[in-house]
């Protein structure tokens, strides 16, 4: 029985490295770079991410605007911050006897694994921790019941989309409408606990690696956020974090992680030529090229303690750094 539970837990655990690999692949093919021929990127970008029950034109379209905008504080798709005065005036849902724990350990390691097990879910369902104008002008979708403001990556009608968008994201239904066939076929095969041991297991990894790797992308004391009126293209692109995750990052991941500088830079370069990009423009950038050594894992969790929200450091300047305790604002070197 024991050697039976590590078995099914290496398997888990190596197959969701398999599967973020195949993630990412369908991320070159979102961007372009994964061939010459955009039908060919978006068969292939298709096919894999439905696999992976991830709707692919509909991130397509949003993750195009996290790199059109990134780190801005109003029009970027994913992990925009709190601002001090945000983080103070946010919603307290939490009794207040348990508001006496916030600030320990405990508390933030269930919070992180809620992080990394819902994230991704709550943002194809709900759009979370996107900018206030991340939206288009022209989405304007009434939603399936109606409602103005769905924001739902799975919904043809959702306000993310324009009109001449909606029949993508009914493509990329279909996509998932198939998988979960196979898969709903396979639990009839073998049953619901080994579907769940086979497919979601690995699933749950693929998800925990891709909240952490893109929250830890933009999300460091050294890295800055603007508002719409300091913001630039180029600034956006340098608020950008490369880090080193040895074996699985150079041969699981696709140096995702490694080399994410140079792909915020030019997007359409393939990951196979990302190494020797990087190693082109860190002369170039200097001080403005961020690399962080600190181990992948423990960075995350320091990480997600330590960086709560953020705050001007000059009033009225449009850039924000993190906030830490003790600290009024964090420049960026």
């Given at each position: 029985m024991t050697l039976r539970i590590l078995a099914w837990t290496a398997y888990g655990f190596a197959q969701g490295c398999v599967g973020t690999g195949i993630w990412i692949l369908a991320h070159e093919c979102g961007h372009g770079a994964f061939s010459p021929y955009t039908l060919v990127n978006?068969?292939?970008?298709?096919?894999l991410h439905s696999l992976?029950?991830?709707?692919?034109?509909?991130?397509k379209i949003t993750h195009?605007?996290?790199?059109?905008?990134?780190?801005?504080?109003e029009r970027d798709t994913a992990f925009v911050p709190w601002t001090d005065k945000e983080y103070e005036g946010r919603p307290r849902n939490l009794p207040a006897w348990l508001e006496h724990f916030e600030d320990?350990?405990?508390?933030?390691?269930?919070?992180?694994?809620?992080?990394?097990?819902?994230?991704?879910?709550?943002?194809?369902?709900?759009?979370?921790?996107?900018?206030?104008?991340?939206?288009?002008?022209?989405?304007?979708?009434?939603?399936?019941?109606?409602y103005q403001q769905s924001t739902s990556h799975f919904d043809p009608a959702s306000s993310l989309w324009t009109e001449n968008q909606r029949h993508l994201i009914a493509i990329s239904d279909f996509g998932l409408l198939l998988?979960?066939?196979?898969?709903?076929?396979?639990?009839?095969?073998?049953?619901?606990?080994?579907?769940f041991l086979i497919y979601f297991v690995?699933?749950?990894?693929?998800?925990h690696w891709l909240v952490a790797i893109t929250y830890l992308h933009h999300t460091h004391r050294d890295i800055a956020h603007y508002t719409d009126a300091t913001w630039t293209f180029t600034r956006g692109a340098l608020s950008t974090v490369d880090r080193d995750f040895g074996f699985i990052g150079r041969h699981f991941f696709h140096h995702i992680i490694d080399h994410h500088v140079v792909h915020h830079l030019f997007s359409r370069i393939p990951f196979y030529r990302a190494?020797?990009?990087?190693?082109?423009?860190?002369?170039?950038?200097?001080?403005?090229?961020?690399?962080?050594?600190?181990?992948?894992l423990r960075s995350?969790?320091?990480?997600?303690?330590?960086?709560?929200?953020?705050?001007?450091?000059?009033?009225?300047?449009?850039?924000?750094?993190?906030?830490?305790?003790?600290?009024?604002g964090v420049k960026a070197e």
């Open positions: 978006d068969i292939i970008g298709w096919a992976l029950l991830v709707p692919y034109f509909s991130w195009a605007r996290h790199h059109r905008y990134t780190n801005n504080t320990t350990p405990i508390y933030s390691l269930l919070s992180l694994l809620a992080h990394q097990l819902a994230g991704w879910q709550m943002y194809l369902c709900f759009y979370v921790t996107a900018g206030t104008k991340s939206r288009p002008v022209q989405g304007k979708g009434s939603g399936w019941f109606g998988v979960g066939g196979a898969v709903w076929f396979l639990s009839q095969q073998v049953g619901l606990l080994k579907t690995p699933y749950l990894w693929v998800h190494e020797e990009a990087t190693d082109a423009i860190i002369p170039v950038l200097g001080d403005q090229y961020h690399k962080e050594e600190t181990g992948f995350l969790v320091q990480t997600y303690a330590a960086c709560q929200y953020v705050g001007e450091t000059e009033k009225g300047s449009g850039v924000y750094h993190w906030v830490f305790e003790g600290e009024k």
